[in-house]
C-alpha cells in the first residue's frame, strides 16, 4: 500500500539502521566492561541464536500466510495459549518501546545543555516517532536515515582501524 520507490543505497542504509539499533552499541558496552567472553557471546549468539531465530520465525510465518507469533501459536496450541503470547508480545513491545526512547533520550541529555533534560528529549523522540509514523517514507526516514547510515559505517570503520591497527588491549575481565 505505502510502496514508494527509492535508491538501493539509500533502502540498504535505512534497513542497516533499522538492524543496528542500540543492540550493538549495548553488545560493544558489554565486551568493554566484561571482557573478552562478552565480545563472543555477542558475536556468536548474533550468528547461532539472532540470526537463526529470525530466519525460523520469517519462514514460519511466510508459511502461515504471513501470520504473528500470537497467531501462528494459538493455531497450534489453542486460544488461551494465544490470548497469552498476545499479552507476552505486548509486554515485550512496552519495555522494547521505553529502552528505545529513554536510553537515546538519556544519552542526548548527558551531551546538551541543562535545559535539554531527559523529559526534553524524550518529548522530541516521541516527535519524531509521530511524525516518522504519518509521514510517508521518503519524506522523514529517507533523508535523514541515510545521514545516520554513513556516520554509523564511517564510526564502525574506524573502531575497526584502531582495533586493527593501534595499540589497543581488550580487557580480559579480570579486575
Not at 510465518?61 to 489453542?78: F, K, M, T, Y
Not at 503470547?85 to 518501546?97: A, I, P, T
Not at 546538551?112 to 531527559?118: A, G, I
Not at 516527535?127 to 510517508?136: E, G, Q, R, S, V
Request: hydrophobic share 60%; aromatic share 14%; no cysteine.
Amino acid at each position: 500500500v505505502d510502496y514508494i520507490p527509492m535508491a538501493t543505497w539509500r533502502v540498504f542504509l535505512i534497513q542497516f539502521l533499522n538492524i543496528a539499533g542500540l543492540g550493538p552499541i549495548f553488545g560493544a558496552i558489554m565486551g568493554v566492561m566484561f571482557g573478552p567472553a562478552a565480545f563472543l557471546w555477542i558475536v556468536l549468539g548474533t550468528i547461532f541464536a539472532g540470526a537463526v531465530h529470525d530466519f525460523l520465525s520469517g519462514v514460519i510465518s511466510i508459511r502461515s500466510d504471513g501470520a504473528s507469533l500470537p497467531e501462528i501459536v494459538g493455531e497450534q496450541l489453542g486460544v488461551g495459549v494465544k490470548q497469552l503470547m498476545r499479552g507476552f508480545s505486548l509486554l515485550l513491545m512496552m519495555l522494547v518501546g521505553a529502552v528505545f526512547v529513554l536510553t537515546p533520550a538519556g544519552l542526548i541529555a548527558d551531551m546538551t545543555p541543562d535545559w535539554m533534560n531527559v523529559n526534553f528529549w524524550i518529548g522530541a523522540i516521541f516527535l519524531y516517532y509521530i511524525l516518522a509514523t504519518l509521514l510517508p517514507i521518503d519524506k522523514l526516514i529517507g533523508n535523514l536515515y541515510p545521514v545516520f547510515g554513513f556516520a554509523l559505517l564511517f564510526m564502525a570503520a574506524g573502531i575497526m582501524g584502531v582495533l586493527l591497527f593501534g595499540d589497543v588491549t581488550i580487557p580480559d575481565g579480570v579486575s
